[in-house]
C-alpha cells in the first residue's frame, strides 16, 4: 500500500498563489507517474496536471501557464504551484501516485478562491 498526504489547500485571494504539496509513503518502490485531479461541487473529478518519473508533465487546458507541477524523488513527494488564481480553480484536490498497475489517491485538500 501507499499512503499519500496532502497539505497546502486554504483560502485565498482571486489573482493569488498556493502551493500544494503530497508526500508518499509506504510500498512507495517503482512508483511512476504522480499528479493531481480536483474536483469542484456538481463536477465531475478532472485531470490537473501529471509529472512522469522522468520529468516529463502534462497540463489540463484550463491551468497552463498558472499551474507547474513538480515532483522530488529523494522525498517521494509531488508539487503543485498554483499561481494566477480563479473563481473558478475552487476545488477540492486530489493527489495521485501510480505504481505498477495500481493508482492510489490522497484524502483531498480544499483550495478556495474568494475574495
Known amino acids: 500500500q501507499v499512503q499519500l498526504v496532502e497539505s497546502g489547500g486554504g483560502l485565498v485571494q482571486p489573482g493569488g498563489s498556493l502551493r500544494l504539496s503530497c508526500s508518499a509513503s509506504g510500498s512507495i518502490f517503482s512508483i511512476s507517474a504522480m499528479g493531481w485531479y480536483r474536483q469542484a461541487p456538481g463536477k465531475q473529478r478532472e485531470l490537473v496536471a501529471t509529472?512522469?518519473?522522468?520529468?516529463?508533465?502534462n497540463y489540463a487546458d484550463t491551468v497552463k501557464g498558472r499551474f507547474t507541477i513538480s515532483r522530488d524523488n529523494a522525498k517521494n513527494t509531488v508539487y503543485l504551484q498554483m499561481s494566477s488564481l480563479k473563481a473558478e480553480d475552487t476545488a477540492v484536490y486530489y493527489c495521485?501516485?501510480?505504481?505498477?498497475?495500481?493508482?492510489?489517491w490522497g484524502q483531498g485538500t480544499q483550495v478556495t478562491i474568494s475574495s
Open positions: 509529472i512522469t518519473s522522468g520529468g516529463g508533465t
Open positions: 495521485y501516485v501510480d505504481r505498477s498497475t495500481r493508482r492510489f
